[in-house]
């Protein structure tokens, strides 16, 4: 089992920038890696990027590509997920889950608010 918490999320205005955190506790050696997902209500939860624990592989939607960038810090087993030029279509709420080897997603976070204004 392991234990994600989201934080960073906030408003900012369209063309700004946010950074989100997921601190991962318990098994971290489990799992392959973090993703990030978001979600606006009554959608499907959407994929916006992912990294591997070792190697620092990532991975992105198109949507977000040149614009989102994701980063672990082992020592530390937070994952970051750094948003620039925002767009009001990036509101959302974001969460991070654990890839396990299997490539699913598990141990989902609570998630926190983004909102961009234009």
């Known amino acids: 089992q392991v234990h994600l918490v989201e934080s960073g999320g906030g408003l900012v205005q369209a063309g700004g920038s946010l950074r989100l955190s997921c601190a991962a506790s318990?098994?971290?050696?489990?799992?392959?890696?973090i993703g990030w997902f978001r979600q606006v209500q009554e959608k499907e939860r959407e994929f916006v990027g992912m990294?591997?624990?070792?190697?620092?592989?990532?991975a992105y939607a198109d949507s977000v590509k040149g614009r989102f960038a994701v980063s672990r810090d082992p020592t530390e087993s937070t994952v970051y997920l750094y948003m620039n030029s925002l767009k009001p279509e990036d509101t959302a709420v974001y969460y991070c889950?654990?890839?396990?080897?299997?490539?699913?997603?598990?141990?989902w976070g609570q998630g926190t608010q983004v909102t961009v204004s234009a």
């Open positions: 889950a654990a890839q396990t080897g299997s490539y699913e997603y598990i141990n």
């Open positions: 318990g098994l971290i050696f489990k799992t392959r890696g």
């Open positions: 990294v591997t624990w070792s190697g620092g592989n990532t």
